[in-house]
T-cell receptor
Framework: GAVVSQHPSRVICKSGTSVKIECRSL??????MFWYRQFPKQSLMLMAT?????????EQGVEKDKFLINHASLTLSTLTVTSAHPEDSSFYIC???????????FGPGTRLTVL | AQSVTQLDSQVPVFEEAPVELRCNYS??????LFWYVQYPNQGLQLLLK??????LVKGINGFEAEFNKSQTSFHLRKPSVHISDTAEYFC?????????????FGTGTKLQVIP
């Protein structure tokens, strides 16, 4: 299947700092990418849909100003957690929609720990 | 709106025994159905998908699933499990809305293969 990468795989930061996570589709172009958050032993929660060249669509309850999403090219979307707090610690997973197969392919995830 | 129900949060099974992981969905429109597997601290890997055509879908690692429209089910099966199949399995459903694919996940089933 198609390959999606995420960077970094793990990040530890201090409270109040900002963290940027990159999501790349390596062998296909994705006009739509998704960002999920997964709490321990729970399912994935969709945070936002990232559309290339336009503003992201956020799910209800997700703060737009806190979780900044940029989809500047057909292979790259970034999620920036601004002014991170310990409660933002989580596993963040991105996915990219491959229109050739009508399937979402997922990145390996980023473990964020805010001290 | 669409939803996915995975009734079993954990399924223990002995090695080389068969297993079935249950998934039921609800949707007002035609849907696509997926099974993903997640190993600890990793992203999701696509096991198999149903988009159209034959209701019996074969995936990777010897898994298969059958789409049953009348029962709104998409149960995952494997005739003989291995230790390496120990992981969390997520059923997911999507429709094409607004030109992109939005996926709703079930709560996951943890498969524990016992040696």
């Amino acid at each position: 299947g198609a390959v999606v990468s995420q960077h970094p795989s793990r990040v530890i930061c201090k409270s109040g700092t900002s963290v940027k996570i990159e999501c790349r589709s390596l062998d296909f172009q994705a006009t739509t990418m998704f960002w999920y958050r997964q709490f321990p032993k729970q399912s994935l929660m969709l945070m936002a849909t990232s559309n290339e060249g336009s503003k992201a669509t956020y799910e209800q309850g997700v703060e737009k100003d806190k979780f900044l999403i940029n989809h500047a090219s057909l292979t790259l979307s970034t999620l920036t957690v601004t002014s991170a707090h310990p409660e933002d610690s989580s596993f963040y997973i991105c996915s990219a929609f491959d229109s050739r197969t009508d399937t979402q392919y997922f990145g390996p995830g980023t473990r964020l720990t805010v001290l | 709106a669409q939803s996915v129900t995975q009734l079993d949060s954990q399924v223990p099974v002995f090695e080389e025994a068969p297993v079935e992981l249950r998934c039921n969905y609800s949707s007002s429109v035609s849907v696509y159905l997926f099974w993903y597997v997640q190993y600890p601290n990793q992203g999701l890997q696509l096991l198999l998908k149903y988009l159209s055509g034959s209701t019996l879908v074969k995936g990777i690692n010897g898994f298969e699933a059958e789409f049953n429209k009348s029962q709104t089910s998409f149960h995952l099966r494997k005739p003989s499990v291995h230790i390496s199949d120990t992981a969390e399995y997520f059923c997911a459903v999507s429709d094409l809305s607004g030109g992109y694919q939005k996926v709703t996940f079930g709560t996951g089933t943890k498969l524990q293969v016992i040696p």
